[in-house]
């Protein structure tokens, strides 16, 4: 019998097996983006680590800053006044903190316009309740005849001044600066004050000189025999 030749489809030696499934792996590794096995990164190959990102420099980085001068310079706006003991506090604080000369003329100037508006406001505001006090005080009929404080009135105030004004007027100024002078409650009392000392005061003529207020030799003598 003719002996039987071997077809195609006899079975793969072990070694053809065995290089065959080797590059059927190195295929699918590839495929999926996976670097060969058999090759490493140059820096994973010598053993070095990856060169780290230098840190910044914190000296060179603070170079910019603006330093603080040793005293600061400041010339307020026309027709502002400033306190120079406060000021020297506010740059001590500045200073502190590192302000360049720049940026102390900025936020002292900033401050400065800030407080005046305020006080203006504030100013403005008083003056306004004031001129409402002295509306009010017109208005009424027991004070005014509508257009200014009636002739009693004023009298009964001024003698309440002359009895307890204080030395150099000070009550009267004290009500001035205030404004409480415009008040129709104090207008008011002092007016009521006033009638009250105007009839406990009654003239002396007709009275007895042992009732008078001056019972001196002198004052008696006057009285009887005049000046001379």
């Known amino acids: 019998m003719p002996s039987e030749t071997p077809t195609s489809d006899a079975p793969a030696t072990d070694a053809e097996a065995g290089k065959t499934t080797t590059e059927a792996a190195d295929n699918t590794s590839l495929t999926g983006n996976e670097a060969p096995s058999g090759e490493k990164s140059n820096s994973a190959a010598s053993g070095e680590k990856p060169a780290e990102k230098p840190a910044e420099n914190e000296d060179a980085k603070g170079e910019d800053k603006p330093k603080a001068p040793e005293k600061y310079e400041f ?9 120079r003991e406060a000021l020297s506090s506010y740059e001590a604080l500045a200073r502190e903190h590192g302000l360049s000369q720049e940026q102390f003329d900025a936020v002292t100037k900033h401050g400065l316009e800030f407080f005046q508006n305020r006080l203006t406001g504030l100013a403005e505001q008083h003056a306004s309740i004031q001129q409402g006090w002295r509306d009010t005080a017109l208005k009424d009929r027991t004070l ?13 105030v001024a003698h309440v001044f002359s009895q307890f004004g204080g030395e150099k007027d000070a009550l009267r100024k004290a009500l001035v600066e205030t404004g409480a002078g415009n ?35 002198e004052a008696i003598a006057r009285r009887r025999y005049g000046s001379n």
């Not at 010339?75 to 306190?83: H, L, N």
């Not at 005014?144 to 009964?156: A, T, W």
């Not at 009638?195 to 003529?205: H, I, N, S, V």
Request: no cysteine; proline share 11%; glycine share 8%.
């Open 75 to 83: 010339t307020p706006p026309e027709g502002m006044e400033i306190d």
């Open 183 to 217: 008040h129709p409650a104090v207008i008011h009392a002092f007016n009521a004050i006033g009638k009250a000392l105007g009839a406990a005061q009654t003239p002396d003529r007709g009275k007895p000189a042992s009732e008078l207020k001056d019972n001196s030799y």
């Open 144 to 156: 005014s005849d509508g257009e200014s404080l009636k002739p009693e009135v004023m009298q009964n």
